[in-house]
C-alpha cells in the first residue's frame, strides 16, 4: 500500500472531493497545504514539493489520458481555457504523433 493510499484510508475515506481535509472535512487553507508539503517534503528529502505543481502533474497526465480540456478546467476551478491551454502545450510534439494515429483520417480507414 502507499503512503497515499494509507492516508485516504486512515484519515480521509473513499468520498470524492479534496485530496486533504481539515478535521471538519473541508478543504485546508492554501497556507496550511503548503506548509504541510513543506514539511512532508523536507522529510522525503524532496525539494520543488508545492501544491502548485501537483495541480500543473494532474492536469498534464489528465490531458495525456485524453481528458477534454474543459474537464479539466472545470477540475481545477480555472475560469476561462487559458491556464488548462498552457498545462496542454506542455504535451510534446513526439506525443502529440503518437496520438495522431487514434484521430487520423487515415488512422479510421483501418479500422
Known sequence: M?????????????????LFQSREGRALPSHAL??????????AG????H??????????????AKAREI????LLGHSSLTM???YARTYSSEQAVEAHSSF???GQLAS
Open 2 to 18: 502507499t503512503a497515499l493510499q494509507e492516508y485516504i484510508e486512515r484519515f480521509r475515506g473513499g468520498e470524492p472531493g479534496t
Open 34 to 43: 503548503n506548509v504541510l508539503m513543506k514539511r512532508i517534503a523536507d522529510r
Open 46 to 49: 524532496l525539494s520543488k514539493v
Open 51 to 64: 501544491p502548485h505543481r501537483f495541480r500543473h502533474t494532474f492536469a498534464t497526465w489528465a490531458i495525456r
Open 71 to 74: 474537464d479539466v478546467q472545470a
Open 84 to 86: 488548462v491551454q498552457r
Open 104 to 106: 487520423s483520417p487515415v
